[in-house]
């Protein structure tokens, strides 16, 4: 989806590292199942990571092979779908679903009809998911036009914009019952989204001050020029690392079983890493480019 | 009560140092200063308890006898000596969470002086609204200099927050991993064989 939350590679172990795609290919296939082939071009890492944190609160995965569009020759090792897998599609499709809905209207053609044609692609699967998550499906809609309104108003608060997107992720857990897990969750969910929301913001500041688009970044430090001064940096940076430190408290009280490792990789070395990219300018949205970048560091 | 061991993460055979080690670990983890003003410092310091609980246990059972106390935590509450007027059923609330009654308390404030600014810092913050909290901390501090409670707030913000973070993941690489042991070794090897020697025969 955004693609900010990433774990640092080099640091993963290689198990880890293959659980994690094996939890991504699950992902898929689930999405397939429940919403059709036509849902499989929502998976992402984003929510990848989401389903190996819920999953590290139950029993241990289970494992099966199954064919792949994307790897015509050999299986892939996926996952065996649970409760949680079907959670997450659902949430997944719901969230891309309404990120597309935005563009069509936000975008200028020919990204707003390529917005169009997915989102109607995707509108059966939305409906089956809206119905099985009623409630999560109400919070995206409502926050997502608080954020509306805030940017149309052109909002100096990184806060409550960044509050919108951030409330959407710790919704994820609103129905868990156990209070020990869910009061952790969400606050580590909340921090997770403000930060992706701050990094969205620093990634894009430069294009979005160019097109005149809202950036919440422009009107709180009040920039006259694409860039940041020293100082604002700074700022920013303490503001984001502050969140992954709050993320990091929440992530410590969560007993987490199989997975926790990617977790903690993605929280205490993934998210620096992927700020100090963004930052630099180096950083790259793109998975298959990393997977290229990737191949040609080692 | 749970078992001591599974509790500090370690096997009933473990060394006394290893579950020192393990003990200590987790204290540094769930110590109440990585929990300042969060939201789930109630769940830190369950856990720091059990933890300490456990330890405890554990000595007592392998000396049977005397032992020196485990780590003790310091201040529980961040709010316990500071309020002077009205505002102790504000921090009261802040403490248990009850954010919304807390806020609209002070809302209903007219006089907002130093406290009031730090007080809402804190719901602010609670409820992770990070920037706002820093401003309303800076207001309290800007208001009341000398107050030691606002400016170390302020300070904490400032610094972004600061938090546990495992020792295996500790910035500075001072420590080796198995490659660079092995990489090591092979160029000792190879450097000795410049030499006429020999250090690693199959090599």
């Not at chain 1, 917005?115 to 995707?122: E, G, I, K, M, N």
Request: proline share 4%.
């Amino acid at each position: 989806m955004f693609g900010y939350i990433r774990p640092s590679r080099g640091e993963l172990k290689v198990k880890h590292y293959e659980y994690y795609k094996t939890a991504y290919c699950g992902l898929c296939n689930t999405l397939r199942r429940r919403h059709g082939p036509a849902a499989r071009f929502t998976v992402n890492y984003d929510f990848t990571f989401l389903v190996v944190l819920l999953s590290a609160l139950g029993q241990d995965p289970s494992f099966e092979y199954k064919r792949c569009p994307a790897s015509p020759v050999t299986k892939k090792c996926a996952v065996c779908e649970t409760a949680v897998f079907d959670l997450v599609a659902d949430q997944c499709v719901i969230l891309y679903y309404h990120k597309l809905m935005d563009s069509v209207s936000d975008e200028a053609f020919p990204n707003s009809l390529v917005a169009r044609l997915s989102a109607a692609a995707l509108r059966r699967a939305y409906k089956r998911a809206r119905a099985a998550l009623p409630e999560y499906d109400k919070t995206v809609v409502q926050k997502l036009s608080e954020l509306s309104a805030l940017e149309g108003s052109n909002s100096p608060s990184l806060d409550d914009t960044a509050d919108c997107f951030a409330s959407i992720l710790s919704a994820s857990v609103s129905h868990y019952e156990d209070d020990e897990l869910r009061r952790p969750l969400e606050l580590l969910l909340y921090h997770i989204g403000r930060f992706i929301y701050l990094t969205d913001a620093r990634d894009d500041l430069a294009i979005d001050y160019k097109k005149g688009s809202y950036n919440p970044l422009i009107y709180r430090f009040n920039l006259t020029g694409g860039e940041l001064t020293d100082a604002d940096a700074d700022y920013l940076t303490a503001t984001a690392g502050h969140s992954i430190n709050l993320a990091a408290s929440a992530f410590s009280l969560l007993p987490l079983k199989t997975g926790m490792e990617i977790i903690e990789n993605v929280i205490y070395l993934g998210l620096p890493e992927v700020w100090a990219q963004v930052e630099s300018g180096v950083f790259n949205k793109s998975e298959m480019n990393r997977h290229k970048e990737n191949r040609s560091n080692n | 009560m749970r078992d001591p061991y599974e509790v500090l993460g370690v096997s009933s055979s473990a060394s006394d140092e290893e579950v020192k080690k393990a003990f200590r670990e987790l204290a540094r983890k769930y110590h109440p200063d990585n929990y300042v003003d969060n939201p789930l410092s109630d769940l830190a310091q369950e856990k720091m308890k059990e933890v300490n609980e456990a330890y405890e246990t554990i000595v007592k059972s392998r000396s049977g006898g005397s032992y020196s106390s485990g780590y003790s935590s310091s201040s529980s509450s961040a709010y316990s000596n500071y309020s002077g007027s009205g505002y102790s059923a504000i921090r009261a609330a802040i403490n248990s969470n009850n954010l919304a009654y807390a806020e609209q308390q002070l809302l209903g404030i007219r006089d907002r002086n130093a406290e009031w600014h730090f007080l809402m810092g804190s719901v602010m913050y609670r409820r992770g609204k990070l920037d706002q909290a820093r401003s309303y901390y800076e207001t309290a501090c800007q208001k009341e200099p000398n107050n030691m409670e606002y400016r170390q707030a302020l300070q904490y913000m400032q610094t972004g927050g600061g938090s546990y973070r495992p020792s295996h993941y500790s910035t500075g690489g001072g420590g080796m991993t198995t490659a660079d042991c092995c990489s090591s070794l092979i160029c000792a090897d190879c450097l000795c064989e410049c030499m006429g020697g020999d250090l690693i025969p199959c090599c």
